[in-house]
């Protein structure tokens, strides 16, 4: 294979420059302004910002009089040749080679009229590490010092040492510019905690931006027609406007013809890389100490995140050290450690990395929260949870023809226990349709365990200061909420508070633009908002504190068959429950 570093120089800057023409399709933002282009005019002082955002912010600041360091290697050339080409003036020197001369040029150009812009961590690191230059180059040139903090709401980190930041095309990208405030000139310490700060204002707005969706809005109440939410429709995104229409398909009887032939070929590959796990061609990885997966078959809302930190609130009383590893969602990891105290919360896309991790870090047991299809990392033991929801209310199709990952008749095959789950008040219907299903489960896999849970609702909470100084019962007139099964909150919501008027829904995992927020606000009046726990997470830091914010926090009551599930899940975190992980591939 062709080496990089033997690629001739001048094809390598090429190979840069027609790289740059992706820029045109980032959306340049400011964090507290979203909704407007963002350029900055930047003035004749010192600038200071991370290596890994120099591409975005190259693009960005072009043609605005600036100078800059390139270390005198073969890179700092091609960096050196392409900054050129957009207009900066370049000193060649860097912290190990020709750093004094490089200072020296640098003090010329910003003489000459220019602002001076810095890598504080470059050439080679340590990442997010700030050096001594951009103090040395500010106190040099007696000039002010700013701080450039970058995110980007999607794209790619390279495998360099910066773990360099590519934006994906039609990404949004954040910029904000601080300045770094003090009596006497910035010290290395001021500008590298500014610099953090900026970082971390620009990636909330990031996150902020990938979760934003806008709502489907049920309105109630006489008062439904002042101060209008906004509502799904023709300004709906398509992302929105999909989920809607596969959600209603999933209601149907039959899907799509369309839907049904894309559930055909996600059935395939599904079953396709299972079997490749059967036959040991993919392999399955130890954690080095024992895991439970709490897992489903169905996308969302069947409960698998508050069995995980129930399981792990168990197993902490039991004297055992649990680790949860979840996928990585904040508000998903936030509710973990409110609802399981003193277990290890971990979330990356990489589980086995995860709870090997966590065994070397004293952990004794992990839960692998979402798990049934996460072959990859072997299972002590398997938990299935059904959701009784999506088994009468839905076709039970494979996505997206319905909201069934796999088929549940054989994924009760592979489980070693077995947890139906629902939000639907408990009624002598709803008993009589658990009792058929684990009769049905119990001639499909006999002698697994069963048992029988329903998710209900507490008492109303205050979860700000706004709602711990309210006088008075609750009151909250809006009830916010981003989560898979919507419809069953409100229920719970209007049942809990007669006080709620209006009702806004957002995707899973959403939250509000500034323009909702607005809304938002003015319908939810002085009584304030109603959410879930999980939502908390989410809206509390997008609302002033003097706007109540209550919680309606979720119960779990077990219904039949826990204490056979619970002895299985103590034995297997006490060793007393083996299974081979060469057996299993």
């Known amino acids: 294979m062709l080496s990089a570093r033997r690629i001739p120089l001048g094809i390598a800057v090429r190979l840069v420059r027609t790289v740059l023409p992706i820029s045109r399709t980032w959306r340049f933002r400011h964090p507290d302004d979203p909704g407007r282009p963002y350029r900055p005019l930047l003035e004749r002082e010192v600038y200071a910002c991370w290596h890994e955002h120099l591409l ?4 960005l600041l072009a043609g605005q009089e600036l ?34 001369a490089g200072f020296r040029q640098l003090a010329r150009s910003f003489a000459a009229g220019r602002g001076v812009i810095l890598t504080g961590d470059g ?111 023709r300004r709906t995104p398509a992302r929105r406007s999909l989920e809607l229409r596969l959600r209603g398909q999933w209601r149907r009887p039959r899907a799509a013809l369309p839907l049904r032939g894309l559930a055909r070929l996600y059935g395939g590959a599904h079953d396709a890389r299972r079997r490749l796990y059967d036959l040991r061609l993919l392999r399955t990885h130890s954690a080095g100490i024992p895991v439970i997966s709490v897992g489903g078959v169905t996308v969302g809302g069947s409960g698998k995140t508050p069995l995980a930190a129930g399981i792990g609130r168990l197993l902490r009383e039991a004297g055992h050290h649990p680790a949860i590893l979840a996928r990585g969602y904040a508000d998903e990891l936030q509710l973990l450690a409110h609802e399981a105290p003193g277990a290890s919360i971990r979330g990356h896309p990489d589980r086995l990395r995860s709870g090997r991790r966590a065994g070397a870090e004293g952990a004794t047991v992990a839960i692998l929260d979402d798990g049934f299809q996460h072959h990859r990392l072997f299972r002590d033991l398997e938990l299935l949870v059904l959701d009784r929801d999506a088994l009468r209310r839905t076709n039970r199709a ?3 023809a319905g909201p069934f990952r796999e088929r549940w008749e054989r994924a009760v095959l592979r489980a070693d226990a077995i947890i139906s789950t629902g939000r639907e008040p408990w009624t002598a219907e709803l008993s009589r349709f658990d009792r058929e299903l ?15 849970a329903a998710f209900g609702y507490g008492t109303v909470e205050a979860a700000n200061a706004g709602a711990r100084g309210w006088t008075g019962s609750p009151a909250p007139r809006l009830a916010l909420t981003g989560i898979m099964k919507p419809n069953l909150f409100f229920a719970q919501a209007d049942a809990a508070c007669a006080s709620v008027r209006e009702r806004l829904a957002l995707s899973d995992h959403g939250i509000p633009s500034p323009r909702e927020r607005a809304a938002a606000i003015r319908a939810a009046g002085r009584g304030g908002v109603l959410t879930t726990r999980k939502d908390l997470f989410r809206f509390r830091p997008l609302f002033d504190a003097g706007l109540p914010i209550w919680v309606l926090p979720e119960t779990l009551a077990w219904k039949a068959g826990w204490e056979n599930v619970r002895r299985l899940i103590l034995d ?3 060793g007393r429950r083996d299974r081979d ?5």
């Open 123 to 233: 050439p080679r690191g340590p990442r997010r590490s700030l050096k001594e230059g951009t103090a040395r180059i500010a106190k040099l040139t007696d000039s002010a010092v700013s701080v450039v903090g970058v995110a980007a709401s999607s794209g790619r980190r390279l495998s360099s040492w910066d773990r360099f930041l590519v934006p994906a095309p039609g990404a949004t990208v954040f910029v904000s510019l601080a300045p770094v405030l003090g009596e006497n000139a910035p010290g290395t310490g001021d500008v590298q905690a500014a610099l953090r700060r900026e970082v971390a204002r620009c990636e909330q707005a990031a996150r902020e931006a990938c979760w934003s969706r806008p709502p489907g809005v049920v309105r109630s109440g006489r008062r439904a027609g002042r101060d209008p939410l906004p509502r799904s429709g």
């Open 56 to 59: 975005p912010l190259t693009c």
């Open 572 to 574: 297997t975190a006490s």
């Open 581 to 585: 992980p060469a057996a299993e591939g």
């Open 398 to 400: 494979r996505l997206p």
């Open 438 to 452: 684990r009769a049905r489960v119990g001639s499909l896999a006999p002698g697994v365990p069963m048992a029988a």
């Open 67 to 100: 100078v800059t360091l390139a270390s005198r290697d073969r890179d700092g050339e091609i960096i050196s040749r392409v900054l050129r080409h957009l207009g900066y003036d370049v000193a060649r020197g860097s912290s190990t080679r020709g750093g004094s």
